[in-house]
């Protein structure tokens, strides 16, 4: 158990920013736990300060702007956008059956070093796929999120050329990021880079970027995670899917988990008013980010109109009129 000062000392060095002391205190909680007979937890603290330190020798963050992925290559600045996200897995509702599968990445990634051990790696590639809305990109942000470690968004529009060759060239400074910055590495569209390469619009270049991306997926061997979605894995290349470690089919939730979106999504309102059979039934067929854009309108209405009182009328009338506006384009 963690004495008073032990607590207070955690604080204020997290109110310091003193890396140093914060983890040296987390180290002589770790030795408190296992002379507890908590080994478990000893064996957690301690692995995430060694995380914790091995990140601050790789990754140097600039609050309040874009994070270099390497600095002496000034032309990543126009191919990535890059930031410490704070989502967590807790943050979204997920089927159980990929929740599951997400937290066992999580798992395997804080016990790198337990699975070297063992001369083991864990499992760094995924595809995600499903339709749009689904919580693809939310689940790239909250795997860096748990992890602490920065995600990187490959920019489509700056790495996609018409010029022969350069689509290729600029995907391998990425890659070449990859050797030298551990993070969260996300692509997303990916079909737009690896479309199957016998289809009718099928042109020399788009042979050439698939070939060098699959080329570039299997000399990777680094620490980073490389997370890929697609709303259409049917244009994929049937060569990509073998390069992954693992693919995660995202769907629609079925319409007795809906509530729960609302519930995180308006957590600063009171909700136990709330008739939520209708709410289920108005949002049955969303995408989870248009019922998060739903509670969001919902959650203005009722702030500048009902004296931030939320009913259910006020959501369901937030529901409808955002599928009035996206069946409208």
Known sequence: MATQAQLLALVRSFSERDDSRFQTVALQLAADAAQRGHRTLADQIRLMIHDARERSEKVVELRGGPIPVVRPKGELAGLVSAHYPLTR???????????????????????????????????????????PGTGKTLTASAIAGELGLPLFTILLDGVITKYMGETSSKIRLVFEAMRTTRGVYFFDEVDALATKRL????????????????????????????????????????????????????????????????????????????DWLPVEQAANGMSQAEMIRSAEDAARAAVLNNDAVLTTSILVHAIKDRRGATRAK
């Open 89 to 131: 897995l807790e943050n979204m509702v997920l089927e159980d059956d990929v929740l599951q599968r997400l937290l066992r990445i999580v798992e395997e990634q804080r016990h790198r070093a337990k699975l070297a051990q063992h001369g083991l790696k864990p499992r760094r590639k995924f595809l995600l796929t499903g339709p």
């Open 199 to 274: 289809m009718g619009n099928d042109v020399g270049e788009a042979r050439r970027t698939l070939n060098s991306i699959l080329q570039m997926l299997d000399e990777d061997d680094g620490d980073a995670l490389i997370i890929a979605a697609t709303n259409h894995p049917e244009l994929l290349d049937p060569a990509m899917f073998r390069r992954f470690d693992g693919a995660i089919e995202y769907g629609l939730l079925p319409i007795e988990r809906i509530h729960e979106v609302f519930l995180k999504a308006l957590m600063p309102f009171d909700l136990r008013s709330i």
